[in-house]
């Protein structure tokens, strides 16, 4: 069985400081994870994905994420915020025995502060 | 590439009203999938296909059928709606690696707005 929580609904920063949004997941395979982003009214967007290759990941416009096996964690990070970041995002499992299926966690919505 | 399309981007229904979502991708992508929408609960899948000819029950499956006749198309139909399934749907399809789809990104279409009275 495989299961996402993401730890915020709600997350708001400052233009310029960091940005942090938590993901844990539990899989009984050996996970592939991914995070998308959704703008307001629009379709979701791939950010990056981990599949079992170099820990640390990183995706488009800045924004990286650290697979930690040991804490089952998969948290999204980005040095600095950009009002245009400002957005949904959803933490993803999928797994070898899922048939592609994805497992959403249930979004953490990003305010960014002028 | 148009990649991934849906029809139509917003529809209201009357309760008992039947309809079908379509989706279509042009990309050649096996893997095909109906998630729907609501507030706080993320997306939840509801059908997928691995490929013409085959398709199979998602979380949230009640009250919905798919076919899949063809690569490209992936048809949504409402048997008999309900407020319950007022919800924005997404279309996805992808590819596999070497007979995998699960370490491939999917890829999504615009989504439909539905409305049921």
């Known amino acids: 069985a495989q299961s996402v929580t993401q730890l915020d609904s709600h997350v708001s920063v400052s233009e310029g400081t960091p940005v942090l949004l938590r993901c844990n997941y539990s899989?009984?395979?050996?996970?592939?994870l991914f995070w998308y982003v959704q703008h307001p009214n629009k379709g979701l967007q791939l950010l990056l994905k981990y599949t079992s290759a170099a820990t640390l990941v990183k995706g488009i416009n800045g924004f990286e994420a650290e697979f930690k096996k040991s804490e089952t964690s998969f948290h999204l990070t980005k040095p600095s915020a950009h009002m245009s970041d400002a957005a949904e995002y959803f933490c993803?499992?999928?797994?070898?025995?899922?048939?592609?299926?994805?497992?959403f966690g249930k979004g953490t919505k990003l305010s960014v502060k002028p | 590439n148009a990649g991934v399309t849906q029809t139509p981007k917003f529809q209201v229904l009357k309760t008992g009203q039947s309809m079908t979502l379509q989706c279509a991708q042009d990309m050649n992508h096996e893997y095909m999938s109906w998630y729907r929408q609501d507030p706080g609960m993320g997306l939840r899948l509801i059908h997928y296909s691995v490929g013409a000819g085959i398709t199979d029950q998602g979380e949230v499956p009640n009250g919905y059928n798919v076919s899949r006749s063809t690569t490209e198309d992936f048809p949504l139909r409402l048997l008999s709606a309900a407020p319950s399934q007022t919800s924005v749907y997404f279309c996805?399809?992808?590819?596999?690696?070497?007979?995998?789809?699960?370490?491939?990104?999917?890829?999504f279409g615009p989504g439909t707005r539905l409305t049921v009275l």
């Open positions: 993803v499992v999928s797994g070898r025995g899922s048939q592609g299926n994805l497992i």
């Open positions: 996805a399809s992808s590819y596999s690696s070497s007979g995998v789809f699960s370490y491939n990104e999917q890829f």
């Open positions: 899989s009984s395979y050996s996970p592939s």
